[in-house]
């Protein structure tokens, strides 16, 4: 069964950093591409930053480019997301994906930033 | 970037009659090895993203055949052919042919 399994949300002040960890299970992690999506509640999904699983090539949104960055372990069947300068508008739901369709996702892990 | 629309926003439905989504993105989702990363998830309140459909149409492990998908180039459609209570949520067309990746805005089916 796959399981993806994030954690290292928390509350955190503007200007403030976090590394987000996703742990995946049930397949051949070194495979797959993986995403990082968020989902502010009652809002839409937006993509967050990609990277491929052979090749190792990191895509990020416009609205993160140059403050996060994607990393992968694939020894460690992880994933990582390392947040630096967060903003106020970086609050919601962070969850990873697995492949270039999203086949599985993790349940999420909350990240809030507030003064 | 890539910007996916869809439409409509809200889609009211009756139970067991059809429902149809449309997504359009701003350039052809044609990736260099011939394939379309044109994807179709469902939300529903407190769950993740679930995939229904990848590829434009191809329905993904247990999703229902009432599910399905078409299109191709720059205009996509998810169709379900008899819309049942558990459908309920929001469905978010997802294109992965060209970094960075996008999402659509969503259409809310309500009942």
């Known amino acids: 069964e796959v399981q993806l399994v994030e954690s290292g949300g928390g509350v955190v002040r503007p200007g403030g950093s976090l590394r987000l960890s996703c742990v995946a299970s049930?397949?051949?992690?070194?495979?797959?591409?993986m995403s990082w999506v968020r989902q502010v509640p009652g809002k839409g999904l937006e993509w967050v930053s990609g990277i491929h699983g052979k090749s190792g090539a990191t895509g990020y949104a416009a609205s993160v480019v140059g403050r996060f960055i994607i990393s992968r372990d694939n020894a460690k069947n992880s994933l990582y997301l390392q947040m630096n300068s967060l903003r106020v508008e970086d609050t919601a739901f962070y969850h990873c994906a697995r492949g270039d369709a999203g086949e599985f996702w993790g349940r999420g892990t909350l990240v809030t930033v507030s003064s | 970037d890539i910007v996916m629309t869809q439409s409509p926003l809200s889609s009211p439905v009756t139970l067991g009659q059809p429902a149809s989504f449309s997504c359009r993105s701003s350039e052809s989702l044609v990736f260099n090895d011939g394939n379309t990363y044109l994807s179709w998830l469902q939300v529903r309140p407190g769950q993740p993203p679930r995939l229904l459909i990848y590829k434009i149409s191809n329905r993904f492990f247990g999703v229902p055949d009432r599910f399905s998908g078409s299109g191709s180039g720059t205009d996509f459609t998810l169709k379900i052919a008899g819309v049942e209570a558990e459908d309920v949520g929001i469905y978010y067309c997802m294109q992965a042919s060209h970094f960075p990746y996008t999402f659509g805005q969503g259409t809310k089916l309500e009942i």
């Open positions: 049930g397949f051949t992690f070194e495979d797959f591409g």
